[in-house]
Structure formats: C-alpha cells, structure tokens
C-alpha cells in the first residue's frame, strides 16, 4: 500500500511538491482553505474581467525548467521573455519613461545625460552582482541545512571577497556605483520585489540585479500569470493527486508519545490521515496559530522582521490605452523619504511608487473588446503599523487620479469594474501574518538556517513548504522550497 501524503495548501509551493511527490510514487492528497488553487499566484474574474491577483511577471525560468525534468513533464504553460523588463515614470517629469532594457547600449542611451559613463558603470556593477549571485545561489539558497553549524559552514564556503558588502543596504551598495537619484531609484526598485524596501534590504541582494539583466530576465505567461496554476492543477490530475477546496484546517491530534501527528482536524471537524504531512501555509504563522509554540507566540511573532503590506486593487475600464506598457512603475517625488518611514509613520497619501499592470495588452481575452484590465500595486504599511483601511477608497482614487494625470489621460468615467485587496483582505484570505505581503523578511537573522525550518522541531513526519521557510519568497523560490522539502519527505519516508 502507498504511504499518503497529506499537502495542507494549494499555493505554488504546494502544487509543485505535491507533483513532485506524486511522481515518485506516493499518493497525494492537498486541502486548500479557498475556493481554488494559487494561493497568492491567483485570479480574479469580475464583470467580464481576468486580473492576475499577485505575481504579474517571473524570474529565473530555469528552475521552472528543472522542475518539470524532474517530474518527467512537458511545460505545462506558455511563457515570453520581457524586454523591456519594465518601465518607469517619474512625477517630476511625467512625459519621460524610462525602459529597463537588457541591451546594456540601448539603455545606456536613455541616462546618457543623467549618469555620466552609464554603460562602464553598469557593467561593473553587473559585474558585482553576477559574482554575488554565482558565489551563493547554490550554496546558501539552493540547499537544506540541518543545524545553524551547518548553515554557518557552509557560509564559509562563500568567497570572503562579498564580507564588505554583508554591511551595506541595498541602496549604499547601488549608491557606491551610480551618482544620479534617477538611476539609483530605478536599480533599486527590486529591492520592493523582497517586500522591504532598499534601505533595510542587505545589499546581498543586489544579486538580482543580475537576474534581471543578465541571467536570465523576466517572463509573462502567455494568457496571464494565473495559466501556471492552471497548467499545474492539470497535471496534478492527471496523476491521480485529488484537491479539496474550502476546508480550512484549525487542529490535531498527535501518537507515538506526542513524535508524530496522528491526524489534522477540519472546520467542520472532519478527520484528515497521512503518513507524512506538508504545510504550505505560512510557516511561522502555522506554528503560531496551529502548534501555538511558544517561540512563535503572538509577542515573539510581533518582534519578528515582517514584510510590508500590499494595497492592491483590480481596475475593468472601457477603451484602450496604447500609450502605456504592459509593466509600468510610477515614482513619486517622496521616494526615499517615504520609503524610510513606510512602517513607521504611514500617514499620507503620496506613495513612493505603485505598479500598474495592463495585463490585458498581451493577453487581450483578460478584458471585453476595447477594454482594459488594469493591476495595481502599491507598498504600504502590514498590520502591525496600520490596523485601519477604512481610508482604502481615498487612497486608491488618489492613485488613480496620479495614474491619470501622467498618461494624460482620465480613466475616471470609464471605470467598469473595481476590487481593491488591503493587507486585511491578504491577511484573512491568504493566512498572511497581519498582511505582510511577501511573510517573513529576508533580513540577516531570518535567511538561511535562521529561518523558521523546513522540517518541524517536534513532530518527525510534519514538514513545510513556501515563503516563511527556506528559501524564502518569489515564484521561483517556491519551486526551489519544493524541490528542498520534497527531499526532506522522500528521506524520512524512506526509513
């Protein structure tokens, strides 16, 4: 008889490990809280509308392609390669974009009059950030660590070259290349990718800066970022794994003298057995709110680095905007100032910058003919900062009054359809620790070993997978954290 696998969520990092275990040959069962699969990764289908809810764009396609090798596989969605990665506006010149292009020349042109000797500057810069990323993706990101003296040796392995840059940010590390606000706003914005911003996000993470220009670039999915759940969840049936939507579990019971978990109990008090359990949910939030550890209760939970929030909102309007780009980010005139204080003092409306997705520029059955469908992203403060969005209206309309004023163009009247997501809305419907977009922050003592384990300290067949574990945050993170537990499982399976 098959030993059973029991997958408690059904967002990225769950599908892929339960994919990944289903092809070794275990049987695979996964309990998903929500009505459907995707977790962050999801979509919203609103008024004749298709809005990808998270993730608009991916990176490090490799690891997407070592992923379906492993489950012997075809790529089960489409995807294109971004070039220009993005675009950027900034408010005090609003007529201006600025392309992030791979082509190094091509964008060396665009700041030739704001960042004299762009081009050397880059490359050297570049240079840095391939040799960080070459130096510890497969040592520190791509590896299960049993102990923090494994961890730690294994830091040892890293060139002592990169100890300088372990006491900088990521914004003195971009600042010690390039002179002109303009360009170190830009360089910088990847740093928000992590869910912090480039004043409290290590400088180690300039790395990704690599990814973007030269590893490997960002991806759209053809017919929007949502395709990949769908493209995973077909798969998942075709071997044989079976999904239960909208149960929600809340308890447990444990055997073997309190070594194992016995079973896992639902909202409605049904029994749920396996031999070996996976945890996609958050994993610190899990043990807080599940196992109630003591070194994850509500205090220590608090004093934990958390990420921002997220206020984002899904815009349906009548007619067409050609002028805008299919990934655009809007700078405002505030951006380190506000970025500073973006926990702190949450208390104006000017943001440092919002993202607006035109999801349906490629993918036009996202939107009715001569529509649009507009996503839109703005950091903000998580729960901990600010516990009321009852101002989420005021927020949003000034967005989108700053948003009209520089396409030159007001969306207003034609405005169709509207969902806005505040960090309460990801908070109760994705388990997010009081709305912290991204879960844990990548700080020093919250990456590597220091971050809550893959694999439980106390029950043996109890394990984890997703954002608050190794290795931390991203879509391509994900694949990576189920590729690592995975490992775990197949290990103590095998005893």
């Known amino acids: 008889m098959k030993q059973k696998v029991l997958i408690v969520g059904a967002g990225i990092g769950g599908l892929a490990t339960a994919l990944r275990l289903a092809k070794a040959g275990y049987e695979v069962e996964i309990v998903e809280k929500n009505g459907q699969a995707g977790g962050r990764l999801n979509q919203i289908k609103k008024?004749?509308?298709?809005?990808?809810?998270?993730?608009?764009?991916?990176?490090?396609?490799?690891?997407?392609?070592?992923?379906?090798?492993?489950?012997?596989?075809?790529?089960?969605?489409?995807?294109?390669?971004?070039?220009?990665?993005?675009?950027?506006?900034?408010?005090?010149?609003?007529?201006?974009?600025?392309?992030?292009?791979?082509?190094?020349?091509?964008?060396?042109?665009?700041?030739?009059?704001?960042?004299?000797?762009?081009?050397?500057?880059?490359?050297?810069?570049?240079?840095?950030?391939?040799?960080?990323?070459?130096?510890?993706?497969?040592?520190?990101?791509?590896?299960?660590?049993?102990?923090?003296?494994?961890?730690?040796?294994?830091?040892?392995?890293?060139?002592?070259?990169?100890?300088?840059?372990?006491?900088?940010?990521?914004?003195?590390?971009?600042?010690?290349?390039?002179?002109?606000?303009?360009?170190?706003?830009?360089?910088?914005?990847?740093?928000?990718?992590?869910?912090?911003?480039?004043?409290?996000?290590?400088?180690?993470?300039?790395?990704?800066?690599?990814?973007?220009?030269?590893h490997d670039g960002?991806?759209?999915?053809?017919?929007?970022?949502?395709?990949?759940?769908?493209?995973?969840?077909?798969?998942?049936?075709?071997?044989?794994?079976?999904?239960?939507?909208?149960?929600?579990?809340?308890?447990?019971?444990?055997?073997?003298?309190?070594?194992?978990?016995?079973?896992?109990?639902?909202?409605?008090?049904?029994?749920?057995?396996?031999?070996?359990?996976?945890?996609?949910?958050?994993?610190?939030?899990?043990?807080?709110?599940?196992?109630?550890?003591?070194?994850f209760s509500t205090a220590r939970m608090n004093r934990m680095q958390w990420t921002m929030g997220y206020l984002t909102f899904y815009i349906g309007i009548k007619g067409k905007l050609p002028h805008v780009n299919h990934h655009n980010y809007y700078l405002g005139s505030n951006y380190k100032?506000?970025?500073?204080?973006?926990?702190?003092?949450?208390?104006?409306?000017?943001?440092?910058?919002?993202?607006?997705?035109?999801?349906?520029k490629h993918n036009p059955d996202c939107a009715p003919e001569g529509c649009e469908s507009l996503f839109f992203v703005c950091p903000v403060p998580n729960l901990l900062h600010k516990t009321d969005w009852s101002d989420k209206d005021d927020v949003v309309n000034s967005i989108i009054d700053n948003f009209s004023q520089r396409i030159g163009q007001d969306i207003r009247p034609n405005i169709v359809s509207r969902t806005i997501y505040t960090p309460e809305d990801w908070q109760n419907q994705f388990g997010l620790y009081k709305g912290s977009g991204l879960g844990l922050a990548h700080t020093m003592m919250q990456i590597g070993a220091f971050r809550p384990k893959n694999h439980d300290e106390r029950y043996k067949n109890v394990f984890y997978v997703g954002a608050s574990t190794i290795p931390g945050a991203g879509l391509p993170m994900a694949i990576i954290s189920s590729k690592l537990v995975t490992e775990r499982v197949l290990k103590q399976l095998k005893k």
């Not at 070459?134 to 294994?154: G, P």
């Not at 100032?337 to 349906?360: C, D, H, I, Q």
Request: charged share 25%; with cysteine.
């Open 47 to 214: 008024d004749g509308f298709t809005f990808d809810t998270g993730p608009s764009f991916f990176s490090m396609s490799y690891e997407f392609a070592e992923f379906v090798h492993d489950c012997g596989i075809e790529m089960p969605f489409e995807f294109v390669e971004l070039d220009p990665l993005y675009s950027v506006n900034f408010s005090d010149n609003p007529q201006k974009n600025y392309h992030l292009y791979k082509d190094i020349d091509r964008l060396a042109e665009q700041f030739k009059d704001l960042e004299p000797e762009f081009k050397a500057k880059m490359e050297k810069y570049l240079d840095k950030s391939g040799q960080i990323f070459n130096d510890t993706v497969d040592i520190v990101i791509k590896n299960n660590f049993d102990s923090i003296f494994d961890y730690m040796s294994s830091l040892m392995q890293v060139n002592p070259v990169h100890l300088p840059v372990l006491t900088r940010n990521f914004w003195n590390q971009v600042s010690r290349n390039f002179s002109s606000k303009e360009v170190r706003e830009i360089l910088s914005l990847v740093a928000f990718f992590l869910g912090r911003t480039p004043f409290d996000t290590m400088a180690i993470y300039t790395l990704l800066s690599y990814t973007e220009f030269k």
């Open 337 to 360: 100032e506000y970025a500073n204080k973006v926990l702190s003092e949450p208390g104006t409306l000017e943001k440092p910058y919002y993202y607006v997705n035109v999801v349906s």
């Open 218 to 295: 960002y991806y759209n999915v053809k017919g929007g970022m949502y395709q990949i759940v769908v493209g995973l969840v077909r798969e998942l049936e075709k071997a044989g794994v079976k999904i239960t939507y909208n149960t929600e579990i809340v308890d447990y019971e444990t055997k073997n003298n309190d070594k194992e978990i016995s079973h896992l109990i639902d909202s409605t008090n049904h029994v749920w057995r396996a031999d070996t359990y996976v945890i996609n949910a958050d994993a610190a939030v899990w043990r807080h709110r599940i196992f109630k550890r003591k070194a």
